[in-house]
């Protein structure tokens, strides 16, 4: 089955919303359906945010790390019941179009609510990676992981003591992470390498707030690990874990100079996107690693370290 998007589920939705709205709005009233009536300040509706979510720019894991747990399905279910049969009709049309073939008229409106349900739930899995996610996904690559075990963990105590060593408490290591995936990547020289990410592809598959925070405070992209490697059509071998050393804008481009601290095999991260809360489109096989970008995640890359190698 394929696995749906909220961004999709919302342009499935889009005609029988809000009465056709503007997309954020859009996006604003399927919250207010599924979230329960007691916790609709948990939504801190942004009209950018909410464009980027329905057109899938921006991933819902801040969002969903609010309000998962608050969720009400039998709400949701209710307020798409009461559409008409052309509408349901064509919304099970829709969702058979995913691979949901239990999507019919009569229980389309509960197979929208169970699947809205599940979207959140596994975003604010993504934001919150927890050890019984990294042991389930060790389980599905044991061989690649098996490899981390050996090596990597030891990796998260060497980056932990290289941030607190180099920045203390201004540290951000144990909250987020930066990704580089850069078309043609050299190999380091001595353990050292730079790359330069267009102003435009500046971070893509990140959430607007963390956005927004780096880029009012730009040198704090020196306080978290970066993980960087080639992108995966130029069959790379390893994911380089590393400390940026120099970190400059210039014009329309942004320049990285980073540092080595480690490595791990580039199967054991592309076996574990879920993990590592990176995007990938299990129905396309495309995702973050096809394309040269830069990334913040919301994610303790020492804690992902850790929960794969235990």
Same mark, same amino acid.
């Given at each position: 089955?394929? =696995?749906?998007? %909220? ?8 005609? $029988? ?36 979510? $329905?057109?899938?720019?921006?991933? +819902? ?24 049969? @052309? ?11 995913? @691979? ?75 909250? $987020? ?10 190999? /380091? ?30 040198? =704090? ?29 210039? @014009?329309?481009?942004?320049? +990285? ?18 993990? %590592?809360?990176?995007?990938?489109? /299990? ?28």
């Amino acid at each position: 089955m394929s =696995k749906l998007t %909220f961004s999709e589920l919302a342009k499935i939705l889009r005609t $029988y919303v809000s009465n056709n709205s503007a997309q954020p709005k859009i996006v604003l009233e399927i919250i207010k359906q599924i979230v329960d009536d007691k916790s609709q300040d948990l939504i801190e509706y942004n009209e950018n945010t909410f464009k980027n979510y $329905y057109s899938g720019k921006s991933r +819902i894991t801040r969002l969903a790390n609010r309000i998962s747990g608050h969720l009400d399905q039998t709400k949701f279910d209710s307020y798409l019941s009461k559409l008409d049969y @052309g509408a349901l009709t064509s919304i099970s049309n829709s969702l058979k179009k995913y @691979g949901i073939d239990d999507a019919r008229p009569g229980t389309v409106s509960t197979v929208c609510a169970k699947e809205l349900v599940k979207i959140i739930d596994d975003a604010a899995k993504r934001q919150n990676v927890s050890k019984s996610v990294g042991k389930t996904a060790k389980k599905t690559s044991s061989s690649s992981t098996q490899g981390l075990s050996d090596v990597d963990s030891s990796l998260s105590d060497k980056i932990e003591k290289r941030f607190r060593q180099l920045y203390g408490e201004e540290s951000l290591a144990d909250i $987020y992470y930066s990704l580089i995936i850069s078309y043609g990547l050299k190999n /380091p020289i001595n353990g050292q390498g730079m790359v330069s990410i267009s102003n435009d592809r500046k971070f893509e598959y990140t959430d607007d707030s963390i956005k927004d925070y780096f880029l009012t405070n730009p040198l =704090k992209m020196k306080t978290i690990p970066l993980l960087i490697c080639t992108e995966k059509q130029d069959n790379p071998t390893n994911v380089y874990c590393c400390e940026i050393t120099n970190y400059s804008d210039r @014009g329309n481009w942004t320049h +990285i100079q980073y540092k080595v601290i480690g490595q791990f095999s580039y199967q054991m991260f592309d076996e574990n996107y879920a993990v %590592f809360g990176v995007f990938n489109d /299990p129905r396309s096989g495309w995702g973050e690693n096809n394309r040269t970008h830069l990334a913040i995640m919301g994610n303790s890359l020492l804690q992902i370290l850790r929960d794969l190698g235990d």
